[in-house]
């Protein structure tokens, strides 16, 4: 049973749509993570929250930490966002361990 | 410029020879990482540093050995690579074990023979 579940593992979407991204975990974590890997391969860094919701321009990231649940959303989602939206928790149990899901693969058409 | 370097960026080598791949941040980071991403099995964490001569395992450290003799290098070590070791690897820093964010080498493609 994997620890960190992402839906969808594939998503494609036209330019301009709103576009949610799911990460449910069943461990008890201090922190989630959201990271974009490019599709040339490089990884950033989005979001880290430990409750609530948080925004850095187009890009919206909520956390409700009694459901184990939280989201990445898009909005006036746009080629540019194409990549593969990846989100890892921190365990509780040990601070400097994280774990993944397995990543949304996001294709936004013109 | 403010950044985490890894080396090799590429590696073809055969099984059993050993191999160092490095990483390097310039950031004055205390915690850094190694991850192996395989295709359907995502990103796993191998080891992990809080601080100098502070390491611990992650979730697939196998294999593997590190070491943490300065702040800003933290290399990976495969004593004897085996084929299920080809993966791409990447090495990541960020100020505290808790940051908000992680800063990312470019990632180390590594195929063993």
């Known amino acids: 049973k994997n620890e960190v579940e992402q839906s969808p593992q594939n998503l494609t979407a036209q330019e301009g749509e709103f576009i949610t991204i799911n990460c449910s975990y069943s461990?008890?974590?201090?922190?989630l993570h959201w990271l974009q890997q490019h599709p040339g391969g490089g990884i950033v860094s989005l979001f880290m929250?430990?409750?609530g919701k948080k925004k850095h321009g187009r890009l919206i990231a909520t956390i409700n930490i009694q459901e184990k649940h939280s989201s990445l959303h898009i909005t006036a989602s746009h080629p540019r966002d194409s990549a593969v939206y990846i989100c890892?928790?921190?365990?509780?149990?040990?601070?400097?361990?994280?774990?993944f899901g397995k990543g949304t693969k996001l294709s936004v058409k013109p | 410029e403010a950044q985490v370097t890894q080396n090799p960026r590429y590696l073809i080598t055969v099984t059993g020879k050993k191999l160092t791949v490095t990483c390097s941040q310039n950031?004055?980071?205390?915690?850094m990482s190694w991850y192996r991403q395989d295709p359907g099995l995502g990103l796993r964490q191998i080891y992990y540093?809080?601080?100098?001569?502070?390491?611990d395992k992650g979730d697939v450290p196998e294999g593997y050995k590190v070491s943490r003799k300065e702040k800003r290098n933290f290399p990976l070590i495969l004593e004897s690579p085996s084929p299920n070791q080809t993966s791409l690897y990447f090495c990541a820093s960020s100020p505290w074990t808790g940051y908000n964010e992680q800063f990312f080498g470019p990632g180390t493609r590594l195929t063993v023979l």
């Open positions: 950031m004055n980071h205390e915690y």
């Open positions: 929250l430990s409750s």
């Open positions: 540093s809080m601080n100098v001569e502070v390491t």
């Open positions: 890892a928790v921190r365990s509780r149990g040990s601070q400097g361990n994280l774990i």
């Open positions: 461990v008890g974590i201090s922190a």
